[in-house]
């Protein structure tokens, strides 16, 4: 299927590997659109019309898009109900190249980093969270990336997890990372607002390796060194909450 | 990878140095947000490290059924502990305050110290005013300096982080006669930035557009290119004025116009009539039908340059804008620190300024075991009911008074006092005045609350499974610091089983040394004033309908 795809959607298939878990908006001109499932997504969540691509082609491609100068609007609607947006430029200008113009995800817009106004409550902050646990000390970190608010704390002991589950509750993260090994307890301990589907399982695009060795997609583009521990970070869901 | 961000040699200076975990969570977070973000988040300058006992811990459940921050009826109905205590004038107040509501504060020298400030604030109007009314012009820093380093900030938002940075020296004033040492670090930290407000003033224009784009964002005399643009800009009226006077002449065609179009650019236009008059360097560039309209080299050069002009404004703005926003952004740490001064005033004032308008008391903390509240009121149904509101003493502590056992008819009031309770104790140890005539009160690590019946339908667990949960937790958890408020438990199940869980949870929570905590239990259950006779730290409170309480 995918030797017979035209340059520009191989372009697409591949910045999608990049990013799995988004929805990615792909700059075409004056508009974003949206592809394939993620079309079919869009179409559905933002009430707008979804169309398809080579049509003549007998393989016709679901497609759906909203125009550049008023996508933040869309974006926000879909970042509120839980989706992660990839938001793909195009880096190079059209008119000077002949051939497939160069393409690039500037930005991912997710339930726990906003910085867009449409996306924040002035009167209340927004914050990220990470949870992780090595024995009987589990760790927990919250980012509230409008303001740089930054805070870690960890507990050890039986009693750890209520404590850092009060934590959690406490700042109550739009988001949150965590081991997959952890996910039962998440899931089994976080209660007052329900949740949106987990969203699927970051993997390396290179990855073979077991689930719990698996590194994220940013990591596998830098290398590991550069965390301040020497434990790899194994793989991390992204859950979002509310 | 955190050494990295912060351009640190350890993280000691953080308090993080040996807390692994911590330190890998709050790595995550920061790489997250980078990736995400495809930036460097530099406006994350710090990471604090907190231990879960530094606070007072109020669970999810407990903060819904007080009612602190989202109403039972509905997240519309506003009537929360947070708006009647909310009198920020900004949103980094609101948000700070909100913490300290979410998370008070657990020793005695914080709770102190923020009690002070209150206090001063509250005992002088005038002081509390005058604070007030310039904190109306500081804007929401944090986030501006979020912007900032996102490369998202607008020339409005340059304008806002001037004005809020000016209210600094008389913020300073203001404080400058209150006691309290909070206050007087607070004005010490504030920093007005010198640097960046001259920057700002120089460089950005009265009256900035919201874009960039929109053009008039840098003042004039800050770049001396820019101006000459300008001015070539500007002076195109005249110039055409000019230009077509001289045309005019020269053809002898009065009606000569010069004039403009998204087509064409500039060109002269004459009546057909005088098409054949024109001098021989005039090129023919459109026929119509009444008129022909033509261009010349001097105009097409004096076109060039003006609409090369209006571009190069454009584009040299953005890049001047851009310039200031890195000096701005340069000094990212000092204008923090004033948005921090700045929030911790906001929220102190909001404090002191609920305490005049609801008639709130300055509690008094001690680190003994005592809950003494003399008349006190729940703050919210007191200002959002229709009727009076009945004041109810309580009294508790480790020994004798350790477990009160709450009786009365239904709808009498009971859950109310055991939520104006913790309420009370919440507020002092946010460092809040109270509603009351008079409050003694301990420093509590921990509320617990079981308030009523509730389905957790959404999780597959009936009503007595969810009970049964949630006090399991509090036996196995609770401390002798602790508040535990029990509000008809068993009710989920049948009558008999109900009362015998009632009594067996009460009789633990007096009986075991360990969790011994304070207890307030409202109960239905007219069998467990026995309790009060059998157990040694119980007593009974009964609420009798209108006018007289016990």
């Known amino acids: 299927m995918m030797t017979n795809q035209t340059p520009m959607l191989r372009q697409y298939h591949e910045l999608k590997q990049q990013h799995p878990g988004t929805l990615l908006f792909f700059r075409l001109g004056d508009f974003y659109e949206l592809f394939f499932d993620d079309a079919i997504t869009g179409s559905r969540e933002l009430q707008i019309t979804l169309t398809a691509r080579h049509k003549e082609r007998g393989d016709a491609v679901p497609m759906c898009g909203v125009p550049h100068h008023s996508a933040a609007s869309y974006i926000a609607r879909l970042v509120r109900k839980g989706y992660r947006v990839a938001i793909c430029e195009q880096t190079e200008d059209a008119s000077k190249t002949r051939k497939l113009v160069r393409r690039e995800v500037v930005r991912v817009v997710t339930p726990g980093t906003p910085i867009d106004p449409q996306l924040l409550d002035s009167r209340e902050p927004v914050y990220l969270a990470a949870v992780c646990s090595s024995g009987d000390t589990v760790g927990a970190a919250f980012l509230d990336l409008s303001t740089g608010e930054f805070r870690a704390t960890q507990e050890s002991g039986a009693d750890a997890w209520e404590k850092i589950r009060a934590d959690l509750e406490s700042y109550s993260p739009r988001e949150l990372l965590f081991p997959t090994s952890l996910a039962p307890l998440i899931n089994a301990g976080l209660s007052a607002k329900p949740q949106t589907t987990p969203l699927p399982l970051v993997k390396a695009p290179t990855a073979e390796p077991p689930p719990d060795d698996a590194d994220t997609e940013a990591c596998s583009r830098r290398p590991i060194l550069q965390v301040f521990l020497q434990a790899p970070l194994s793989t991390l869901n992204f859950l979002v909450s509310r | ?550």
């Open chain 2, 1 to 550: 990878m955190l050494l990295n961000h912060f351009g640190a040699r350890s993280l000691e200076g953080y308090g993080i140095e040996r807390k692994d975990e911590a330190v890998r969570a709050a790595g995550v977070c920061l790489r997250y947000a980078q990736e995400t973000q495809r930036a460097a988040a530099s406006h994350i300058t710090d990471l604090a490290y907190f231990e879960p006992a530094d606070h007072l811990v109020l669970d999810n459940v407990t903060v819904r059924n007080l009612e602190l921050v989202e109403s039972l009826a509905g997240a519309a109905s506003g009537r929360t502990l947070l708006s009647v205590i909310d009198e920020t004038t900004t949103s980094m107040g609101a948000r700070l305050l909100r913490s300290w509501l979410l998370r008070p504060c657990v020793k005695q020298g914080e709770v102190e110290a923020r009690l002070a400030a209150v206090q001063d604030l509250y005992s002088s109007q005038i002081t509390r005013d005058k604070l007030r009314s310039l904190l109306k012009e500081v804007s929401d820093l944090e986030r501006l300096i979020g912007r900032i380093s996102f490369g998202s900030a607008s020339p409005r938002d340059m304008n806002a982080i001037l004005r809020s940075l000016y209210q600094v020296p008389a913020v300073r004033e203001v404080i400058s006669t209150c006691p309290a040492s909070l206050l007087q670090i607070l004005s010490e930290t504030a920093d007005e930035v010198p640097e960046v407000c001259a920057l700002l003033v120089k460089a950005i224009s009265d009256d900035p557009p919201a874009k960039i784009s929109e053009g008039d964002t840098i003042r004039a005399g800050y770049s001396s290119e820019l101006d000459e643009l300008r001015s070539i800009s500007r002076n195109a009226k005249q110039i055409i004025a000019t230009l077509e006077a001289t045309e005019r002449t020269r053809s002898g065609i009065n009606n000569l116009r010069i004039k403009f179009n998204n087509v064409f650019g500039y060109f002269i236009e004459v009546s057909k009539g005088n098409a054949a008059r024109v001098p021989a360097e005039y090129e023919r560039r459109q026929t119509l039908t009444n008129a022909e309209r033509f261009t010349t080299p001097e105009l097409r050069d004096w076109e060039k340059k003006v609409l090369g002009a209006e571009e190069r404004i454009i584009q040299l703005e953005a890049e001047l804008f851009n310039d200031v926003c890195r000096q701005v952004a340069a000094a990212t740490k000092r204008i923090q620190a004033t948005a921090r001064a700045f929030a911790n005033l906001d929220a102190l004032a909001s404090l002191a300024e609920t305490a005049v308008r609801r008639r709130f008391v300055k509690p008094v903390m001690h680190d003994g075991d005592e809950v003494e509240i003399v008349q006190g009121r729940h703050p919210m149904i007191e200002v959002f009911s229709e009727d009076p509101f009945v004041p109810n003493s309580v009294y508790l502590n480790n020994s004798t008074d350790r477990l009160l056992v709450i009786t009365g008819p239904n709808m009498g009031g009971k859950s109310t006092v055991l939520r104006q309770t913790a309420i009370i104790c919440i507020l002092a140890q946010m460092g809040s005045f109270v509603p009351a005539e008079k409050a003694r009160l301990p420093l509590l690590d921990r509320v617990w609350t079981r308030v009523g019946a509730s389905d957790d339908l959404t999780r597959g667990r009936s009503t007595f499974m969810v009970e049964m949960t949630e006090t399991a937790a509090i036996l196995h958890s609770s401390t002798p610091r602790s508040l535990v408020l029990l509000d008809e438990i068993g009710r989920g199940t049948a009558t008999f089983d109900g009362l015998s869980i009632a009594w067996a949870v009460a009789e633990y929570l007096h009986d075991s040394p360990e969790h011994a905590a304070k207890t307030l239990f409202a109960t239905h259950y007219h069998e467990l004033t026995e309790l009060a006779e059998r157990l040694p730290g119980a007593q009974n409170y009964q609420i009798t309908a209108a006018g007289s309480n016990v």
